[in-house]
């Protein structure tokens, strides 16, 4: 059974920081790419960062910069290092992998980021 289990979120004031991990079973974690997304009430899902399975990186234009992805394939995790964070940051942030090789993908069930003063 494929897990993806996300934790970290939580309440931060403006210009503070928080680190989500995604912890993943199931899956041959070093094969697939891994993602954020994050989707804030009354908005569409949208990409935050993006790893590959060889540690290349993509950020979206609005965290680019305040927000660092990185992963540990030996303990089969993602990370998301979120720093001067904004309200607008504020929204639910969802754990992605994707595999061109298995042709399969999955989702976490997401966590709460909340930046408010």
């Known amino acids: 059974q494929v897990q993806l289990v996300e934790s970290g979120g939580g309440l931060v004031q403006p210009g503070g920081s928080l680190r989500l991990s995604c912890a993943a079973s199931g899956i041959v974690f070093s094969l697939y790419a891994m993602g954020w997304y994050r989707q804030a009430p009354g908005n569409q899902r949208e990409l935050v960062a993006s790893?590959?399975?060889?540690?290349?990186?993509n950020y979206a234009d609005s965290v680019r910069g305040r927000f660092t992805i990185s992963r540990d394939n030996a303990k089969n995790t993602m990370y998301l290092q979120m720093n001067s964070l904004k309200p607008e940051d504020t929204a639910v942030y969802y754990c992605n992998a994707e595999s061109t090789v298995f042709r399969n993908g999955y989702w976490g069930q997401g966590t709460q980021v909340t930046v408010s003063s």
């Open positions: 790893i590959t399975s060889v540690s290349k990186s």
